[in-house]
């Protein structure tokens, strides 16, 4: 039996009537939405000394045009959860869910914003009208989404003998139970048949947003405003997954896999074209590099099941590799071979040393291979600090590392200098930025070939039950060997491309942890925050545990407690990833529905 409730409490939930009523809540959140988009045009504070010149009126700036997004989707959702024509296919799965998501947005942004005025400028004597009149705003707004009506689910009772901790913890289950409740959303209604050309420009407007949004975020200016860029397309990406557009737009680009993958490196191509100087392609660049190696490592640990805390050394030995026959002045070898054989011999090396490494290891299982792989990372890093002509032989010029690598020159054309297409001056990290993009290309393509064949259903097969996959006849250890040698192999590319962008290579950039990525932890994180066994999920994973640590210096030595800590709350409100293989994300939540057919891979 369930009923309708508005409140969170486990103890006050059955006995509390909804206080406002739904048309009056709904009419208050779509009408908060609104005003809080009208207030962005405000001035917020009366001098220009915080970020972003919030003191302009008619125009939205820094943190404004954030809140601004806020409200807009609020607004949206409620005027489609009225069923206004031409924009109820913006909810497809329910409106609710995604007014109360979008309300939070931009709540928590205003709330930010507040406090950020009130502690550089001292206090909020600082704010202008307009800043009182959009917390305000947003306050209603969130007041009438959150007294939208939802089905409670039945909560478990507390046992008269229960300690206060067991009833503590069965207050906080409730608490949750509810919470997830009020934001729960329906089945997407299927849409309606569209002409492929319609489709296809859908897709493609679709990209050119999501360029819009990795363009913004990568090149926000200052900390305050990186910090509501976060809250904003966290809590907006939740209410139109809610919304079920994110499921629409997934349903298209599976019926367009081919048109979608393009669109994709064709958007992501054009980011270079944004910047007026390397600064931010220099970012761009290294997301790229790390985001790669992080859909290699996808294949170890996403498709196969195994757990590897030492990939990153394979990324050193593409990285090695190459600087060493590039034509450094510090490699012993004297030798400066083309970058297409460079990269050859990286990652060839990387899949030598994947092979010499997994042959007497991947009989192991659990955490027993765990252990070795970070053992073999460490051993890596030691071995190229000894190799410096004291400890060992002069190879790697030890703890200094390899410097001094060329920038790369192919078939005439030299990454290191600026170029101009099309009236577009394209600098030297552009340039790479275009180069990494090929080889993540091909790495995409390694990874949906292999994981749709016969072989990746292997390796599937292994991930769910080892054991009864060798029983059904599969060679579990030539199987995993294969998948350790691949993502080994996909990690040398990545890192023969990687030295020619630092033109230095040395040994404390491959470790298993460290504030700053790449190293093996954030990597894994990236495979896992992502989606496990998906090609965009480490994409996007790795994009974003690399672009947040650099956006987050300014916290200095509390960096890594403040990332961890959002780590774990994201996998606790999401622990299949934020693009989830499907197979996975039915494990993990029973109360979804099967769809009738899944791939291969289980995405």
């Not at 993540?440 to 064949?453: C, G, N, Q, W």
């Not at 989830?580 to 993990?588: A, D, K, M, T």
């Amino acid at each position: 039996m369930t009923t309708t409730t508005t409140d969170t409490a486990p103890q006050a939930i059955a006995t509390r009537e909804n206080r406002i009523p739904e048309q009056a809540a709904r009419a208050m959140a779509t009408a908060g939405g609104a005003l809080t988009v009208v207030s962005c045009f405000l001035a917020w504070t009366w001098t220009s000394a915080f970020p972003g010149d919030l003191t302009v009126y008619g125009y939205p700036g820094g943190l404004q045009w954030l809140v601004l997004v806020g409200g807009a989707l609020t607004t949206l959702f409620g005027l489609s959860s009225y069923g206004i024509k031409g924009l109820r296919w913006l909810t497809p799965a329910g409106a609710d869910a995604a007014i109360k998501l979008s309300a939070l947005a931009a709540l928590y942004t205003t709330l930010y914003t507040v406090k950020a005025i009130s502690t550089a400028l001292g206090g909020l004597v600082n704010l202008e009208p307009g800043g009182f009149i959009v917390l305000i705003a947003s306050v209603i707004a969130y007041l009438g989404a959150r007294s939208l009506p939802f089905e409670r689910p039945e909560l478990d009772e507390a046992d008269p003998e229960d300690s206060w901790w067991d009833r503590y913890k069965l207050g906080y289950r409730n608490r949750w139970a509810v919470t997830k409740a009020a934001h729960a959303s329906g089945t997407p209604k299927p849409a309606r048949a569209l002409p492929a050309s319609v489709e296809i420009l859908i897709i493609a407007a679709v990209l050119a947003v999501g360029l819009g949004v990795f363009t913004y975020g990568v090149t926000t200016p200052y900390q305050e405003l990186f910090i509501g860029f976060l809250i904003t397309a966290g809590f907006g990406f939740a209410a139109l997954q809610k919304a079920g557009l994110v499921a629409r737009f997934t349903a298209l680009t599976a019926k367009h896999r081919n048109v979608a993958l393009v669109g994709a490196f064709v958007a992501a191509a054009a980011f270079p074209l944004t910047q007026t100087d390397d600064q931010y392609a220099t970012l761009g660049v290294n997301i790229l590099i790390f985001a790669t190696v992080a859909l290699g490592l996808n294949i170890v640990v996403g498709l196969t099941g195994l757990l590897d805390l030492g990939y990153v050394a394979f990324l050193g030995v593409g990285a090695y590799t190459a600087a060493l026959v590039s034509g450094s002045p510090n490699s012993p070898f004297g030798i400066h071979l083309p970058f297409w054989a460079a990269i050859i011999l990286g990652a060839a090396a990387s899949m030598v040393f994947g092979v010499l490494i997994g042959a007497p290891t991947l009989r192991l299982r659990g955490d027993y291979l765990a252990i070795v792989t970070l053992g073999f990372g460490e051993i890596f890093r030691i071995s190229m600090n000894n190799l410096d002509g004291v400890s060992g032989p002069d190879l790697t010029n030890g703890p200094n590392g390899v410097a001094g690598v060329p920038n790369v020159n192919l078939f005439g054309f030299d990454f290191g200098a600026n170029h101009v297409f099309f009236g577009f001056t394209i600098g030297r990290f552009a340039n790479y930025f275009l180069l990494m993009l090929l080889v993540t290309l091909i790495v995409i393509m390694v990874f949906r070939r292999s994981a749709e064949s016969r072989i990746g259903r292997a390796w599937v097969a292994i991930r769910e039950d080892e054991t009864a996959a060798e029983a059904m006849g599969i060679n579990g250890f030539r199987v995993k060997l294969i998948a350790f040698a691949l993502g080994a192999t996909l990690a040398g590319l990545a890192g023969a491309v990687q030295a020619h962008v630092n033109y230095t290579v040395t040994p404390d950039q491959y470790v298993f942890a460290n504030a700053v990525p790449p190293n093996s932890a954030f990597l894994l994180a990236a495979v896992v925050l992502g989606g496990m066994g998906t090609i965009s999920g480490p994409l996007v994973g790795g994009a974003l545990l690399f672009m947040i640590p650099n956006k987050l210096q300014f916290l200095g030595e509390y960096q890594l407690l403040v990332f961890g800590i959002a780590l774990v709350v994201l996998m606790r409100l999401r622990p299949e990833g934020l693009i989830p293989n499907r197979r996975n994300q039915l494990e993990l939540h029973k109360d979804l529905e099967a769809p009738a057919v899944l791939s291969k891979a289980g995405a």
